[in-house]
């Protein structure tokens, strides 16, 4: 989107490499960026209209840690509105298809991170996860999605959507990728209080140590109702390589599991309402037409007068209230509509305590959930998600059966723990399905050894789609 930025970054790399200067480690790699995440000079749009002309003042964290580490900062990924959703179709700035099948959606919300790693764009890319956005449309696009733990990843300069939900993490085509990218973006920030001050180990070196006798758990609840045969037969067969290499397996039980989508869905609205609440059209962003508004404003007040209604004068929207009202109508999409209603009712008087206070304590039972199993086993194995990629519009008009979608992925954000999609078969229509791994708080170093065990017994993630077929 800035080909003379990165034309630069380029160029200066190869400056530096040829005076033999030491270079960082990703060097040269092209790396593509979801457009939620700060970049300075850059266009920073959440793909909103809200957003639309917006150009941030300075860097993220994380992007100034990839220019440090030396990548070429090639371009900014599509995704849904300020990353609400699961499909990509929710972008004011077109949808992204995905390159195994142009009809069908490529997930979301990082569709674009996904879609353009999985068309060879770019080797790696940066993608967020609140409750999926990464481990779902690397599923659907056949490549590697790694969330990280909450606090592992600084939130710096990352637009915020549910601030105790959401983190940063890698896209790429193979667990080393992965661990590589993750090792740089880590690590503890003074300027976001809720990163963790946690050393971070060197994955890339580490997850060449395969894990001996490697216990996996598999939650007798992540298959039931709605789980796609397909999906379920390419994961069992994934558990079955995990128990070639010696692994064993058993059944934990994660029995609040299945409050997780009602969880995730108070709790992430919830705190969106409050985030989206800065997009006034008076700070930054998008601002409804004001001559416009004015002229509105006097025609109505004209015509009240005119049928002497004093009352219904003296009872008109200020300027300024109006002009709240009509920028965020105006600026924000349905979706995101959607999720402030939801999050302001929740949080009104009356509610709070039914459903924002009542959220927060299932989600400490998931969470001790998690924590019971693993007490007994490494990792946990399952789906990312229930289905393959389904077709663009498929589900647009019902939002229920979006929700029901981020089933196995919401509840690792609700734990905080990481977790990561690898690719583990192709469905009968020829879509990528993938297997997730989940791992206990700052065990990512245990998560993409297991995860790069199984890559190297099986050569699921070196299937590239056909692009010339479309
Ligand atoms: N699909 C989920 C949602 O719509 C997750 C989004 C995300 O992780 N950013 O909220």
């Not at 064993?248 to 994660?254: A, I, Q």
């Not at 791992?439 to 995860?451: D, G, I, N, Q, V």
Request: proline share 6%; hydrophobic share 40%.
């Amino acid at each position: 989107m800035e080909p003379e930025l990165a034309l630069q970054q380029a160029e200066q790399i190869d400056r530096r490499r040829k005076s033999g200067a030491k270079l960082g480690p990703l060097a040269g790699l092209p790396v593509a960026v979801k457009d939620v995440l700060c970049s300075e000079g850059e266009l920073t749009t959440c793909a909103s209209k809200m957003l639309e002309n917006f150009r941030s003042p300075y860097d993220s964290t994380v992007v100034a840690k990839l220019k440090l580490a030396d990548a070429v900062l090639i371009g900014r990924t599509n995704m849904d509105e300020f990353a609400m959703g699961g499909t990509t179709e929710n972008s004011a700035l077109g949808v992204t298809r995905n390159p195994w099948n142009t009809d069908c959606i490529p997930g979301g919300s990082s569709g674009g991170a996904a879609a353009c790693v999985a068309a060879d764009l770019v080797p790696l890319s940066i993608g967020t996860d609140t409750g999926g956005s990464i481990r779902q449309p690397a599923a659907f696009c056949g490549v590697v999605g790694m969330k990280p733990t909450y606090g592992r990843v600084s939130r710096y300069g990352l637009v915020a959507f549910a601030s105790s939900l959401d983190q940063v993490g890698p896209v790429a085509r193979t667990v080393a990728d992965a661990a590589l990218l993750l090792e740089v973006i880590a690590g503890h920030d003074p300027s976001d209080s809720t990163s963790a001050d946690v050393d971070v180990p060197p994955y890339s070196q580490q997850i060449t140590e395969p894990i001996e006798g490697l216990r996996i758990g598999v939650p007798r609840e992540y298959f039931g109702e709605g789980l796609d045969d397909e999906v379920e037969a390419a994961v069992r067969e994934a558990l079955r390589t995990y128990q070639s290499l010696g692994a064993t397996v058993r059944e934990v039980s994660l029995p609040h599991s299945r409050y997780s989508i009602a969880t995730y869905y108070i709790i992430a609205p919830c705190e969106a309402s409050s985030n989206l609440a800065r997009y006034d059209g008076v700070h930054y962003g998008y601002r409804t037409n004001e001559k416009q508004l004015l002229a509105d404003l006097e025609t109505e007040r004209r015509e009240l007068a005119a049928q002497g209604k004093e009352r219904e004068i003296a009872e008109l929207d200020s300027p300024l209230v109006r002009l709240y009202r009509k920028t965020r109508a105006e600026g924000f999409g349905p979706e995101v509509k959607r999720r402030i209603m939801l999050g302001t009712y929740a949080l009104s008087s009356g509610y709070y305590d039914a459903y924002y206070l009542k959220a927060l304590k299932v989600r400490r039972l998931i969470r001790r959930d998690f924590d019971e199993a693993f007490s007994d086993v490494d990792v946990i194995l399952g789906p990312v998600t229930p289905t393959a990629a389904y077709r663009i519009g498929e589900k647009v008009d019902d939002p229920l059966a979006m929700y029901l979608g981020d089933l196995f992925t919401v509840s690792a954000n609700l734990a905080g723990i990481t977790a990561i999609s690898l690719p583990c078969g192709l469905s009968s229509s020829g879509m990528p399905l993938g297997v997730q791994l989940q791992a206990p708080p700052f065990e990512e170093s245990r998560l993409l050894r297991a995860a790069h065990m199984f890559q190297q017994a099986t050569d699921w993630h070196e299937r590239r789609p056909d692009l010339a077929a479309g």
